[in-house]
């Protein structure tokens, strides 16, 4: 019996009364979090506004669920459909029970981000870029949901660190496996810390920093993955190509592909949007448009003249003529009154109000016919009419 081993949870799932805690989704849940936590305060670092990572985060982590359980079902097809499957064609969308690839989840979340990036006038190179350092730290994080469900270990080994596996999952008693969750968690984790540094020492831009965490993740994926034994491709035994796992072609495949680019934007030095369009039109002026809103909801110079000339033409009597209701105001000739921007129209009610009897006694406004007309049938000259006669 060996002296030291790592031993296996007895479980990986809880129930808060009829509700399901799985330790394997708490664990991407846990490793997603951190990664947009750290990827916000990189994008913000690097003057883009606060909250865009965790936008784009919602269509990535969607559509990267998708297609990592596509990869998954895909590449073990066998386990969940023909004569040999192993589990009922349904399962194949039961995600809790595991089966991610992150290659597929790599690829298809891409695709959600570019989606946003397009949307928003960002520079897609520029988002995959901040995010590398975080997707490296998620997986180290999300590793331990295998742990959990005691899945996607090594061979026999001898070692110390040997992970204990009961019988229920493959395991033989008094064997020890390869960790090879443990590995891969530790290869991510400094790769997340090499990625900082990289990016600080040497200003990679232009998505050259995202391919070198694809570079370095495949590279520790190769030889980890070939100490793994579960049978990935088939059902009792794993799919080889000389001598080597599905998985090891695929690193092999992207690992070239990751160089290739390295090298073919090793010149590019062109402007990377980090602002949306809305706000690089507005030329970054706190003053213009709300760069949360799109261009059409803005206030337009058209509003605000509308607004302006509504106010001019308020209906509100001005001050001076209501005051002149009074008994002992001043007579306002209509000269005066279209100078203070009364109403044109002289029938208004504060301009005939504005005329008192004693004043139309005293003195007669010139101008107006109707005005005068009006002044003569008041009372008293209909009175001096009569004596006259």
């Known amino acids: 019996m060996p002296l030291a081993s790592i031993p296996s949870p007895s479980q990986g799932v809880w129930y808060l009364g009829f509700v399901p ?15 947009v936590w750290l990827s916000e305060r990189r994008w913000r670092a690097r003057g883009g506004q606060k909250g865009t990572i965790i936008d784009i985060s919602v269509p990535a982590v969607i559509f990267g669920l998708i297609g990592g359980r596509l990869y998954h079902v895909i590449t073990d097809w066998q386990t969940y459909f023909g004569d040999r499957a192993i589990k009922p064609a349904y399962k194949a969308l039961f995600i809790w029970e595991g089966g991610l690839g992150i290659w597929g989840a790599i690829a298809l979340g891409g695709v959600g981000v570019w989606l946003a990036c397009r949307k928003r006038g960002l520079s897609l190179s520029a988002v ?5 350092p975080g997707i490296a730290f998620a997986q180290a994080i999300g590793r331990w949901g295998n742990w959990f469900n005691q899945e996607l270990y090594g061979g026999p080994t001898t070692l110390p660190w040997g992970l204990e596996i009961d019988q229920m999952h493959g395991g033989e008693p008094g064997v020890l496996y390869h960790p090879t969750f443990l590995y891969e968690s530790i290869w991510d984790l400094l790769l997340g810390f090499a990625l900082l540094w990289a990016g600080k020492r040497f200003a990679l831009h232009h998505g050259r920093l995202f391919a070198v965490y694809v570079a370095g993740y495949t590279l520790g994926r190769f030889w980890i993955e070939g100490l793994r034994i579960d049978p990935v491709g088939g059902v009792d035994h794993a799919v080889t190509f000389l001598s080597l796992r599905l998985n090891q072609w695929t690193s092999i495949v992207v690992f070239i592909g990751a160089l290739i680019y390295f090298w073919a934007t090793r010149n590019k030095d062109n402007e990377e949007f980090v602002l949306p369009a809305v706000e690089r039109e507005a030329g970054g002026d706190p003053a213009g448009p709300d760069p949360a809103h799109g261009a059409d909801q803005a206030d337009s110079d058209d509003s605000a003249t509308a607004a302006s000339v509504a106010e001019d033409t308020d209906d509100t009597p001005d001050p001076e003529v209501v005051k002149a209701d009074s008994p002992d105001a001043e007579v306002v000739a209509p000269e005066a009154v279209s100078a203070q921007e009364a109403p044109a129209d002289a029938s208004e009610p504060e301009a005939v109000h504005a005329e008192s009897p004693e004043a139309r006694a005293d003195e007669e406004p010139a101008g107006d016919d109707e005005a005068v007309a009006a002044q003569k049938e008041t009372p008293e000259a209909v009175q001096q009419e009569k004596n006259s006669r």
């Open 21 to 35: 805690i799985r330790a394997y989704a708490l664990c991407i849940v846990l490793g997603v979090i951190f990664a």
């Open 128 to 132: 995959a870029d901040t995010v590398a």
